[in-house]
């Protein structure tokens, strides 16, 4: 596939005026270059994740996919998204050849725009890759940015992030393991029972049967600080997922200062992935079956 346009990168308006330029680049999207594997891949996986997350996905994860006219014919454009994006809540994507470092992220995120990997996966990488793709950055990530409360959620992450870079890597790993425990692996109650809004489970096929089905992992209410204290799994489904009972009890619990609970956090040991603890809203105790031993990040 041919190596897609590099667009000029932008000074960006923050708290603290301009930014510097970004060390990556953004990148347009090469849509005319997507071969037919790939706009079939992404359909393969689009009807199959849709078929299992009716049902299993929050409501507004499915509407806003709806309503931004995402379907199984073909790898979406990132214009014509915007144009949806844009009108609703603000959001941008622009395309990235991969992950960014963490700074330009955040950066990205504190001015609404969201980085979308602009390559996605081979045919023999449908069920597993370790790296975000396309699929996973623009099915799991972007639907939500839809909704007025996760959009804005997104962007005081993203200045959260900005704050946190300056403050330490403690700091960050906290913010970290908050950003996986909601935006990539989160689950959420709503009326008709136990949902998924996590972007790492509906956009794979296996987590998004076992975090809601499966008696082995945890499921535990939401609680700030201790999801800031908790490793977490890269390379297998997670040990414990964290319910929310709604965005607005996310938005409220993140907004005040995180500064004094970093300051906190540092005189606290680490929790394993596993673990339950006296104070924990436990909604499922996992049986722990077929859990790694070892490999908590
Ligand atoms: N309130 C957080 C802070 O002061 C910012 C934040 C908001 C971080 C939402 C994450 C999510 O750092
Ligand atoms: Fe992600």
Redesign the pocket.
């Known amino acids: 596939m041919a190596s897609p346009r590099r667009v000029e990168s932008e000074r960006l308006q923050t708290d603290k005026g301009y930014v510097p330029v970004y060390t990556t680049a953004i990148v347009e999207q090469p849509w005319d270059d997507y071969s037919a594997d790939d706009h079939a891949t992404w359909g393969t996986l689009y009807e199959r994740q849709r078929k299992l997350l009716v049902g299993r996905a929050c409501d507004e994860f499915l509407q806003a996919q709806d309503a931004m006219g995402m379907d199984a014919r073909a790898i979406p454009r990132f214009d014509q998204l915007n144009e949806v994006l844009g009108a609703a809540t603000g959001w941008t994507l622009v395309g990235v050849e991969g992950l960014l470092p963490e700074l330009d992220f955040f950066e990205h995120l504190a001015n609404r725009r969201f980085p979308v990997t602009w390559w996605i996966r081979r045919p023999d990488q449908i069920d597993y890759i370790a790296e975000p793709d396309l699929f996973h950055d623009l099915f799991g990530h972007v639907p939500l940015l839809m909704n007025p409360l996760f959009a804005d ?2 962007e ?2 993203g ?3 900005v ?2 870079h300056a403050i330490g890597p403690e700091a960050l790993q906290n ?1 970290t393991r ?2 996986w425990y ?1 935006v990539e692996f989160g689950l959420i109650r709503q009326a008709d029972g136990l949902r998924i809004y996590g972007a790492g489970i509906v956009s794979s096929a296996g987590e998004s049967k076992y975090s809601l089905e499966s008696d082995a992992p945890n499921r535990i209410g939401f609680d700030l600080e201790r999801i800031m204290r908790t490793r977490y799994r890269i390379d297998t489904f997670q040990k414990t997922y964290f319910v929310i009972d709604s965005f607005r009890q ?2 409220d619990a ?6 004094p ?2 300051a906190r956090l540092m005189r606290q040991p680490a929790l394993p992935a596993g673990e339950v603890r006296d104070g924990d809203r436990v909604l499922h105790r996992g049986s722990g079956e077929g859990w790694a031993q070892d490999g908590d990040v």
């Open positions: 959620y997104m005081a992450y200045r959260g992030g704050k946190a913010l908050l950003y909601t996310l938005m993140t907004a005040p200062d995180f500064t609970v970093y």
